[in-house]
């Protein structure tokens, strides 16, 4: 069973534009969001975070926005620009005493920008 | 920062032995480390927690007698794969988790992942 879902395999978008990258969670435990970029053979690369406090979180040109009653995030890039052509996760995870756990991964969507 | 190292980054082994993969952080101390596989086209998937000084924490389905895990140091965590065979082939990533500050908050931060080791048992 996917806790966390990312239902766009690929997205191709122009470069310039605007690039929204979607993921739903089923596990109302979540509390801490986080997006990552990755290309093949590779580790993941942190992108952008939020805490279930936040709707929203802004770095440059990324920005993640967070509907809690929805169970669903997403992130922004914009303008979106020939490196952002990746692999990109959306990840979550829960506050314990010590801090994070572990993260639940998303399949990924692919994101390809086209000149 | 954040710099988190694997190694080694690829490896290929014959079916019944043991495979030691190494995650290293290099410009800051982990108290926790994480160990993710990636197979091919699916999802990185949560293997075990792994805290320094202490035992790790194994997630469902994982067998802790194949996959031995050692956090040593705060700088260091060991993956050993033993009697690897064929359905092992995978993609070993590792995490470490940075404890940041901000002014006087202290908040847990994300994790930084290594390069990841590319592991294929014949």
């Known amino acids: 069973d996917q806790q966390v879902k990312q239902n766009s395999p690929s997205l191709s978008v122009q470069e310039g534009r605007i690039s929204i990258l979607n993921c739903d969670y089923t596990n109302s435990m979540f509390d801490y969001f986080l997006w990552y970029k990755k290309y093949p053979a590779e580790g993941p690369t942190f992108l952008i975070s939020i805490s279930s406090i936040k709707d929203k979180n802004e770095d440059g040109r990324f920005t993640v926005f967070l509907n809690k009653s929805a169970k669903h995030l997403s992130l922004h890039i914009v303008p979106s620009q020939p490196g952002d052509s990746a692999v990109y996760f959306c990840?979550?995870?829960?506050?314990?005493?010590?801090?994070?756990?572990?993260?639940?991964f998303g399949k990924g969507t692919h994101l390809i920008i086209q000149p | 920062g954040a710099v988190v190292s694997q190694h080694p980054s690829w490896v290929i082994c014959k079916s019944g032995t043991s495979v030691k993969i190494e995650c290293r952080s290099l410009?800051?101390?982990?108290?926790?480390m994480f160990w993710y596989r990636q197979f091919p086209k699916q999802s990185l998937m949560l293997m075990a927690t792994s805290n320094e000084g202490s035992k790790a924490t194994y997630e469902q389905g994982v067998e802790k007698d194949k996959f031995l895990i050692n956090h040593a140091s705060l700088t260091l965590s060991t993956l050993t794969v033993t009697s690897a065979h064929p359905e092992d082939s995978s993609f070993y990533i590792c995490?470490?988790?940075?404890?940041?500050?901000?002014?006087?908050?202290?908040?847990?931060?994300?994790?930084?992942f290594g390069p990841g080791t590319r592991l294929t048992v014949l």
């Open positions: 990840a979550a995870s829960r506050y314990s005493g010590g801090g994070a756990d572990g993260l639940t």
């Open positions: 410009d800051f101390q982990a108290t926790t």
């Open positions: 995490s470490a988790r940075d404890i940041g500050t901000s002014g006087t908050q202290i908040f847990w931060n994300e994790q930084f």
